[in-house]
């Protein structure tokens, strides 16, 4: 039987990782940017936004997805945590993983908060961008997309069974 999780709503999963990209946002900032509180301060907004969306998307898509494949293995006789509830746990949790970089590309030009080119720091913020330059944005590259899906997959897996190993 599936795990108490399973009963959260969608929009409940998209919840928790806006309220989980909140806090990551926050945390990044104050431990990436440089020049003192008010560059914080005046970067926050948009990291914040940035990290929520991103991880609200990851979560509700990966619960989404992960729903929608279970249905087509299920049956009387699969026992859950087998071999077709992995593949549906790393395959959810592979596209989830696509999902949140594509949405992160955009969100990083929309917001202004790319890192500046030519730059050594990759964590390098620009801040909010005031210009129509935040319209003129670029697609995500394809292998940083295609790769974003193997690192999700096995974080899905293991937080699944994780959860068993922990219950």
Known sequence: EADEFARATLPTHFGAGFVAGSIHGIASTCMEV??????????????????????????????????????????????????????????AGGLAGQIQHVTSHYLEQWLGITSEPNTTNASAVRGVSTTLEKFMVTAPALRPTLFAFIPSAIGFVAFEYGKKFTT
């Open 34 to 91: 440089t020049g003192g509180t008010a560059n914080i301060f005046r970067l926050l907004p948009a990291n914040v936004l940035h990290h929520s969306c991103a991880h609200a998307l990851l979560f509700s898509s990966y619960e989404g997805l992960k729903r929608a494949s279970l249905k087509q293995i299920t049956d009387d006789g699969a026992q859950y945590y087998g071999e077709g509830y992995l593949l549906s746990f790393g395959l």
